[in-house]
């Protein structure tokens, strides 16, 4: 199975400062078709996750233009550019290129 | 918009079925474009993709829980389903499902039921 690490694990943050979560696989994520299947979720306390990007760096519908993805292979990262109180959660790294799909460990975003 | 629910019994005895359906409204599970998916968290934990079904049948499941999963879809109800065996605390989780965008240019999970607690306790 591919491993997905995601460094930090905790990342107490001040409002309206930038984050950014990194997640890293044990292979390369990079698809026979070319394409990368790495999403990144949010999940809010209580809440489902939430879909925020897909194939490294789409934001999906309705998701603030402040989240952006990038990376390439083995190594990605999330940046929020301004963090939200509403940002509080614990952020997922998921891929979808090798069976069977897999998840980051998450990472806990809080605010100091 | 689409949404998900997720249904069943709360509380499982070890060794029994756990047995889960999710209602699908503002979509259909009879669409080509997509599959349809389970995934888990166990308390305080991570997440476990469990296994995705499109409109045709056509199953996948993460090899980690062997041949106690089967997935089934019911077009008529708008519904999938699914069934583990031989459950045991470790089962214990809060099980969603998900539509699986998952085709020639996707694979991921776009939008999630609210999850349902299953505990694993006699």
């Known amino acids: 199975d591919v491993v997905m690490t995601q460094t930090p694990l905790s990342s107490p943050v001040t409002l309206g400062q930038p984050a950014s979560i990194s997640c890293r696989s044990s292979?390369?994520?990079?698809?026979?078709?070319?394409?990368?299947?790495l999403s990144w979720l949010q999940q809010r306390p209580g809440q489902p996750p939430r879909l925020l990007i897909y194939?490294?760096?789409n934001r999906f519908s309705g998701v603030p233009d402040r989240f952006s993805g990038s990376g390439a292979g083995t190594d990605f990262t999330l940046k929020i550019s301004r963090v939200e109180a509403e940002d509080v959660g614990v952020y997922y790294c998921m891929q979808g290129t090798e069976f069977p799909f897999t998840f980051g460990p998450g990472t806990k975003v809080d605010i100091k | 918009q689409l949404q998900l629910l997720e249904s069943g019994p709360g509380l499982v005895k070890p060794s029994e079925t756990l047995s889960l359906t999710c209602t699908v409204s503002g979509g259909s599970v009879s669409s080509r474009s997509y599959y349809w998916g389970w995934i888990r968290q166990p308390p305080g934990k991570g997440l476990e993709w469990i296994g995705s079904?499109?409109?045709?049948?056509?199953?996948y499941h993460n090899p980690s829980l062997r041949n106690r999963v089967t997935i089934s879809v019911d077009t008529s109800k708008n519904q999938f389903s699914l069934k583990l065996t031989s459950v045991t605390a470790a089962d214990t989780a809060v099980y969603y499902c998900?539509?699986?965008?998952?085709?020639?240019?996707?694979?991921?999970?776009?939008?999630w039921g609210q999850g349902t607690l299953v505990t694993v306790s006699s």
């Open positions: 079904i499109n409109y045709s049948g056509s199953t």
């Open positions: 292979q390369s994520l990079v698809h026979s078709d070319g394409n990368t299947y």
């Open positions: 194939k490294i760096s």
């Open positions: 998900a539509r699986h965008n998952w085709n020639d240019e996707e694979s991921h999970f776009d939008y």
